[in-house]
């Protein structure tokens, strides 16, 4: 049933139809932002965004009945990793100022999501290690250009917790990388040698 539902051309389409939408809202959230932001430093700005875009173009290769283990490694890693910091964040806010507004409340709901649809399709990536590898650099090196640079996205609230949210965010990125690690290869290889 489970895998049923998750391979459903149906289902699929209409996943990757609001994946599309959630993707498109994502890049005008950032608009402002990317206004005043260099040239250089676009790619790595709109975290959220990218992150489901990634999985709209796997979702897109798996419909077409092809694989793109490259894409697929950066989706389940960056899906995880955005979907929790930004439910992280507007908790965090919620507790600062106590008071959060209802978009806040929709982006934990979607962003809560964004996590899980990536973990859930796990089974159905090839990803192999060199996968993982450049899915990593790219990752933590998004984090420099985030907390290095100062290219994270507008919290103004919580302004006096870069540092804190700066680590926070290096070892969730770890965390990520290792779910995806242990989902995607050490599962299927322990499967493998079971068998």
């Known amino acids: 049933m489970y895998n049923y539902l998750l391979t459903n ?7 990757l139809g609001i ?17 005043v932001t260099p040239a250089i430093f676009l790619p790595f700005v709109p975290d959220s965004p990218t992150a489901s875009l990634f999985f709209c173009l796997f979702l897109a290769f798996y419909l077409a ?3 793109a283990p490259y894409i697929e490694a950066l989706a389940i890693i960056t899906l995880f990793k955005y979907g929790v910091w930004a439910v992280i964040m507007n908790l965090l806010t919620l507790y ?17 999501a964004m996590a ?15 996968h993982i590898m450049v899915a990593a650099v ?30 926070f965010t ?21 499967s493998h040698l079971l068998s």
């Open 19 to 35: 994946n599309i939408l959630g993707t498109i809202y994502g890049y005008y959230w950032y608009g402002s932002q990317l206004a």
């Open 9 to 15: 051309k149906q289902f699929l389409w209409t996943l």
């Open 96 to 112: 600062t100022t106590g008071d959060l507004v209802w978009q806040g409340y929709m982006l934990m709901a979607s962003h809560g």
């Open 170 to 190: 290096f070892w969730l990125s770890i965390v990520s990388i290792a779910i995806a690690y242990y989902l995607t290869i050490h599962l299927k290889r322990k």
């Open 138 to 167: 790219w990752t933590l090196h998004n984090d420099i250009i985030d907390y290095v640079f100062g290219m994270m996205p507008f919290y103004s609230s919580l302004t006096d917790y870069m540092n804190e949210i700066g680590y």
């Open 116 to 130: 899980i649809q990536g973990l859930l399709y796990a089974p159905f990536y090839k990803i192999k290690l060199r």
């Open 65 to 67: 009945g092809r694989q």
